[in-house]
């Protein structure tokens, strides 16, 4: 321990004695501890304690009514523990006083075993957001749990459930089921993949979203009033963050039930803070005055969105100490490592902000080029290539592999917003990959579903796209929850089929291609096998979908590349499989 984190530890510990249940919530302590250093990401809790505690030494706190209006939230379990979240509304609306819950964690969904409770406050200096760590649980089991209030006339939460994870050394497990989502853009359509995966309680085990939870723009002309952005400026401020997390929350049952079912492991993209992030800019913002969104700078912007996507979203903070960090790993037994990454917000060089495609085309093999900070690309490396568990996921943003995907003008080209863009952390990646068997890379972004034999560029002409022979790895990319498709809007069903056709045709390695559905995907692992099975929506548009089987993809142990016969010998539900009609050499 340092000097300075002992002094941390001192003081932390001063403040949880003048107020603990304060001290309880996770929403002052993340993403960062060092106050006033870093501004805006971290919370003087002494002097919140010492603000609400009386003369006579006893602690103030809100008595009155409360509702909970954004439901409940798990996350990032553990084979003991599980980050428990939700966000109570005053009767009334405000209240200067620290609002407390109680929190139980039973083995029942009745709340009558009760196995972990404690107490936690919150005031809006964290927007209401209250998050709890349920401790000293059994691995391997299904917990259900809800928030109180104190007291006589109590008001309760909804109950939510949750599974802990296996111990990390456990041999024994067999399967480990997630359902795999991105890009859910709310005035764009219905959520119809979580309303659909919110149902499959009896299959899936947690669900992972691998970023574009929310998005940032301005009210969308021609959107339902009911899932209209808002505030319906686009966003930069603190308060216009959270006012549009708490849109998403408030206005979307599915999203809700989605939580209020499963654990979470999230991660960010681009939009969690603006469109096409890279470490000090987007597409629209940056530092420079001509770049100010609603006044401010693009460093402030990230912060406001940074604090609000920990307020809001029942994740860990794994070093405090490392404000921007959201990578890290779950271990499923010796079944799987799952590798949350962030190849966006974190030391991202300059990406393709659209007027700059040709430089950053230009520039993309450059050695010096980062996706990520060499700390986060050692510890994956590492992560994957120590690891003793049979399948090593990757769950992380950007489509990995480069296809060449048809411009505006007819021409092919790569998308360098992705992992194309730099080449020398791809690289580094493939040859990361390339010592172990068995990494699964899961993909959002990009709108569209795809399944790739993983195939590092300086040995794609020896790629057998029969056999899938030369392939290191495979990639499964889900299609959005609800963002427009990649190849187009409103195009005909032919239309996206023939997009899709094209795509594989041009791509030695894509072996399977699907535009116009909007969905998720469900990953299955077992000892022997993955499996990816692709679900779409039949239409987004109507609140009520039904959903269908788009494709089957599944990878044998050890092989390294997805196996064939693709999707049993069998054509997608629209979209194309390689060999049925693709790539031709
Ligand atoms: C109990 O609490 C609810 C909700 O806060 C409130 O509407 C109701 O009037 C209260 N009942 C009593 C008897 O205090
Ligand atoms: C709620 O009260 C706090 C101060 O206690 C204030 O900063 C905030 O603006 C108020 N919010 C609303 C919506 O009134
Ligand atoms: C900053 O952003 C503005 C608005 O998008 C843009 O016009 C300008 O070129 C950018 N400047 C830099 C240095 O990136
Ligand atoms: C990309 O960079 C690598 C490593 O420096 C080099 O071997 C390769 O030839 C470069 N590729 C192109 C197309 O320039
Ligand atoms: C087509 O557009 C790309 C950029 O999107 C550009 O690099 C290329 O030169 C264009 N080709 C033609 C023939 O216009
Ligand atoms: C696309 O289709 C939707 C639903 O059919 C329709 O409301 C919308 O106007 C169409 N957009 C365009 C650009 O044609
Ligand atoms: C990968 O699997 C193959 C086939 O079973 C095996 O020969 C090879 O040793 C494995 N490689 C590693 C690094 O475990
Ligand atoms: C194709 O799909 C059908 C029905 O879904 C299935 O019965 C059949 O076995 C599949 N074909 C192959 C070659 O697996
Ligand atoms: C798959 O679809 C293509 C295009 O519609 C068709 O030509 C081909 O016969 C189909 N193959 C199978 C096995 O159904």
């Given at each position: 321990m340092t000097l300075l984190s002992f002094v941390v530890a001192l003081l932390l510990l001063q403040c949880a004695a003048a107020y603990p249940e304060l001290f309880n919530n996770l929403a002052y302590r993340s993403p960062s501890l060092r106050f006033p250093t870093d501004s805006v990401l971290a919370h003087d809790v002494g002097a919140l304690a010492r603000r609400h505690t009386k003369r006579d030494g006893s602690t103030a706190r809100y008595e009155g009514g409360l509702y909970f209006p954004y439901g409940i939230a798990s996350g990032d379990p553990l084979a003991d523990s599980a980050i428990l979240w939700t966000h109570p509304v005053v009767a009334g609306g405000n209240t200067s006083l620290p609002?407390?819950?109680q929190y139980q964690t039973a083995?029942?969904?009745?709340?009558?075993?009760?196995?972990?409770?404690?107490?936690?406050c919150t005031t809006s200096d964290v927007d209401y957001s209250l998050k709890v760590e349920t401790k000293n649980l059994k691995a391997k089991t299904r917990y259900y749990y809800r928030f109180s209030t104190v007291g006589k006339n109590s008001t309760s939460s909804p109950v939510g459930s949750f599974k802990t994870m296996p111990r990390p050394d456990d041999a024994t497990v067999d399967k480990l089921t997630l359902a795999v989502f991105s890009c859910s853009n709310l005035p764009y359509g219905f959520f119809n993949a979580y309303r659909k995966a919110s149902a499959r309680t009896n299959e899936v085990d947690y669900f992972t979203h691998v970023g574009d939870w929310i998005y940032e723009g301005k009210a969308v002309k021609g959107a339902l009033e009911e899932r209209q952005f808002e505030p319906r400026i686009e966003i930069a401020h603190l308060d216009e963050y959270r006012q549009r997390h708490a849109a998403y929350r408030g206005k979307d049952e599915n999203l809700r039930a989605m939580l209020q079912n499963y654990a979470?492991?999230?991660?960010?993209?681009?939009?969690?803070?603006?469109?096409n992030t890279y470490k000090d800019g987007s597409a629209d913002s940056n530092n420079?005055?001509?770049?100010?969104v609603n006044g401010i700078p693009f460093s402030e912007r990230k912060k406001n969105a940074v604090k609000a996507y920990y307020e809001w979203m029942p994740i860990r903070q794994v070093d405090t100490t490392d404000k921007l960090r959201i990578y890290r790993q779950f271990q499923y037994g010796k079944l799987a490592d799952i590798n949350m990454?962030?190849?966006r917000q974190e030391d991202r060089d300059i990406t393709d902000i659209y007027y700059n495609t040709a430089y950053v085309k230009s520039i993309s093999n450059d050695s010096s080029r980062h996706m990520m900070s060499n700390k986060q690309r050692d510890w994956l490396s590492q992560k994957i290539t120590s690891s003793s568990a049979t399948w090593k996921v990757l769950a992380q943003q950007v489509i990995f592999n480069n296809p060449l995907t048809p411009g505006s003008n007819g021409t092919f080209d790569e998308n360098y917003d992705a992992w194309s863009g730099y080449k020398a952390t791809q690289r580094h990646f493939m040859q990361t990959i390339s010592?172990?068997?068995n990494t699964i890379i899961l993909s959002g972004d990009s709108h569209a579903a795809w399944a790739f034999d993983t195939v590092p560029v300086e040995t794609m002409s020896a790629y057998d796209p029969k056999t899938g022979a030369g392939s290191i790895a495979v990639e499964f990319a889900g299609t959005a929850v609800s963002s427009t498709s990649s190849y187009g809007k409103n195009l005909t069903t032919s239309q996206y089929n023939a997009r899709a056709q094209q795509l594989v045709r041009k791509n030695a390695n894509l072996q399977f291609a699907e535009g116009q559905k909007r969905g998720y995907f469900v990953l299955t692992l077992q000892p022997h096998e993955a499996r990816a099975d692709y679900w779409g929506v039949v239409d987004n548009n109507d609140r009520n979908s039904d959903e269908v089987l788009v494709a089957t993809m599944t990878v044998e142990k050890d092989q390294n590349r997805l196996k064939r016969p693709l999707n049993g010998g069998n054509n997608s539900t629209g979209g194309a499989i390689q060999g049925l009609e693709g790539y031709t050499g």
């Open positions: 609002v407390c819950l083995k029942d969904d009745k709340i009558t075993q009760v196995v972990d409770t404690g107490l936690a979470a492991l999230t991660v960010w993209d681009d939009h969690e803070v603006a469109d420079t005055k001509a770049g100010y990454a962030d190849t010592k172990v068997n």
